[in-house]
């Protein structure tokens, strides 16, 4: 195994608001991107995004992007599971991870300390996890049926388990599933992203090893520190921090199956032991990096539904003698492949027909006419 620090071979200026100076961006030779973002304050943020999640899963592993997410934190060669959290956390730190499609990322924001000490802490500990994660059995847990209650061994393939059923009992989710198991039906963003009791409790140590290897890797990984420090410092801390095995070979995203188009709407209807009626309105968009129809959809989501100013508000709850609805929205969802648009709703259950004529009028009002300048 032969591990150095990688040589810096592009440097980029991006100007961005709020920011005291422009972001630099490095790439070095091993495909690593660092970004440096200066902000003044004492409150540093130290991040790193993986261009891995459930995308990159089929139904044997689906839902091991998410797990590995947990088992991360659960010690390297240098230290124990719990050392990362405890350490930080005793400095004044939120440490912390999220899964979803097309990323997995984890992030420590916390006081800078005096010269700096806890961010250098931060990036260290930060990068050993990064880079040297272990994943033990012995945190993983034994496999066993998620049919017999009598388990023994409840380590984190139980605490993942207990966290999807936990979501059997939130219809914004369910409701969310069940959409989204209809807007896609050959593409990997089909999945749940959490995967399936019945995989987590036997995918093996192996695997999870695997997927950790052959995704974690330089070129998928963007490292983000944001903060009131000396660029060329950090710069030379981040590099000696994650020093990756050079004789590992680099594997990237490629073409994933599409899905032909939708020329036709579909409509779904479940129940549910609940009091109140649950909505969700989708469309498939622009791809991510389609920046120019990206943020005119962010901005139409905020107009259409995005607080008490927003035309669905005004139009649904505000003006109504008598409201359909108690909560309505929009929100834009940004995808590698294509991002979905949505329109939600929490609504009186017997106006059922009602609300979705509402939410119906309302998108043909935003079709046929144009928006405001005041908007």
Do not use: C
């Amino acid at each position: 195994m032969v591990k150095k620090i990688s040589k810096i071979v592009d440097k980029q200026l991006a100007d961005f608001p709020f920011l005291d100076k422009q972001i630099e961006l490095y790439t070095l030779e091993n495909g690593h991107t660092i970004v440096l973002a200066n902000k003044k304050g004492e409150l540093v943020n130290v991040s790193t995004w993986v261009k891995t999640g459930s995308i990159n899963e089929d139904d044997k592993i689906s839902g091991i992007s998410h797990f590995l997410e947990h088992l991360m934190f659960k010690g390297t060669e240098l230290y124990p599971a719990g050392y990362f959290d405890k350490t930080l956390e005793s400095k004044g730190a939120i440490v912390n991870a999220a899964t979803w499609k097309d990323y997995t990322f984890y992030y420590v924001t916390l006081p800078k300390g005096e010269n700096n000490q806890y961010m250098n802490l931060a990036i260290e500990l930060h990068g050993d996890m990064m880079v040297n994660s272990i994943v033990p059995e012995e945190e993983i847990g034994s496999a066993f049926d998620v049919n017999n209650p009598e388990v023994e061994d409840k380590r984190e393939r139980y605490v993942v388990i207990e966290e999807i059923r936990m979501r059997l009992d939130q219809p914004w989710t369910k409701t969310y599933n069940e959409l989204n198991h209809n807007m896609y039906k050959v593409h990997p963003y089909k999945r749940d992203v959490i995967g399936t009791p019945e995989i987590i409790a036997t995918v093996s140590r192996d695997t999870i090893m695997d997927y950790y290897k052959k995704w974690y890797t330089p070129k998928n990984m963007t490292t983000i520190i944001v903060g009131d420090f000396d660029s060329e410092e950090v710069l030379r801390k981040v590099r000696e921090n994650f020093l990756f095995d050079d004789s590992l070979e680099q594997t990237q995203g490629g073409n994933y199956p599409q899905e032909d188009e939708q020329t036709e709407q579909i409509y779904l209807e479940n129940t549910a032991n609940v009091t109140t009626g649950f909505l969700m309105v989708g469309f498939k968009g622009p791809k991510a990096l389609d920046l120019k129809n990206s943020i005119a959809l962010d901005a139409l989501a905020i107009i259409l539904g995005d607080g008490k100013s927003s035309r669905l508000y005004r139009n649904l709850i505000e003006k109504p003698e008598n409201p359909v609805f108690n909560i309505v929205g929009a929100e834009q969802y940004q995808f590698k492949d294509g991002n979905n648009f949505f329109v939600q709703g929490n609504y009186i259950p017997d106006k059922k027909d009602e609300a979705i004529e509402l939410i119906k009028n309302e998108l043909k009002e935003i079709v046929r006419n144009s928006i405001s300048d005041k908007e």
